[in-house]
T-cell receptor, first 110, second 113 residues
Framework: DAKTTQPPSMDCAEGRAANLPCNHS???????VYWYRQIHSQGPQYIIHGLKNNETNEMASLIITEDRKSSTLILPHATLRDTAVYYCIVRVNAGNMLTFGGGTRLMVKP | DVKVTQSSRYLVKRTGEKVFLECVQDMDHENMFWYRQDPGLGLRLIYF???????EKGDIPEGYSVSREKKERFSLILESASTNQTSMYLC????????????FGPGTRLTVL
């Protein structure tokens, strides 16, 4: 699986959009971009995934650059409950395990 | 609402004890996983199972074994607990859909004294 690079931490004001970047410059053509988050003392939670098109669901939007070397997770209106560590993972869809790196610790502030 | 449950949120054991961590999922998923999570090391896969009675080693299987007698239940066993097995243990399950979304349990924080 391709390696990902994320900033270790970010702050966001409550009600504003949180934009979390992820670099995956060695991604290969059959690898998907997945995002999970982990709120303190809880198990990781799936957020969204995509291959090359931008994706949106009830939790977030995923923007993938045309060359697929980076992506951005967008939480359109961050709330205090969105404070968590966000993990960007790149993997072949048919794979089994997940490998979580350091992630980005997002702090949403009032 | 999908659910993965783990038998304990917090557990304290002594060195040398045999420890059982239970995980149950109600989604009829074929695949189940045990991870441990440690500061600075991220999530590491211990074992996974893709069917009843089937198991595969992950990255760090040493000191652990698993049991999958029923589809909904995946147990992690520490035969003789050691202090370096103090960690957060996370169970996950996943179906065979094309998207491979994994659903995680709340975790068990194990302390071995």
């Amino acid at each position: 699986d391709a390696k990902t690079t994320q900033p270790p931490s970010m702050d966001c004001a409550e009600g504003r959009a949180a934009n979390l970047p992820c670099n995956h410059s060695t991604i290969s053509g059959n690898e998907y971009v997945y995002w999970y988050r982990q709120i303190h003392s809880q198990g990781p939670q799936y957020i969204i995934h995509g291959l090359k098109n931008n994706e949106t669901n009830e939790m977030a939007s995923l923007i993938i650059t045309e060359d697929r070397k980076s992506s951005t997770l967008i939480l359109p209106h961050a709330t205090l409950r969105d404070t968590a560590v966000y993990y960007c993972i790149v993997r072949v869809n048919a794979g089994n395990m997940l490998t979580f790196g350091g992630g980005t610790r997002l702090m949403v502030k009032p | 609402d999908v659910k993965v449950t783990q038998s304990s949120r917090y557990l304290v054991k002594r060195t040398g004890e045999k420890v059982f961590l239970e995980c149950v999922q109600d989604m009829d998923h074929e695949n189940m996983f045990w991870y441990r999570q440690d500061p600075g090391l991220g999530l590491r896969l211990i074992y996974f199972s893709y069917d009843v009675k089937m198991k595969e080693k992950g990255d760090i299987p040493e000191g652990y074994s698993v049991s999958r007698e029923k589809k909904e239940r995946f147990s992690l066993i520490l035969e003789s607990a050691s202090t370096n097995q103090t960690s957060m243990y996370l169970c996950a399950s996943m179906g065979t859909s094309q998207y491979n979304e994994q659903f995680f349990g709340p975790g068990t924080r194990l302390t071995v004294l």
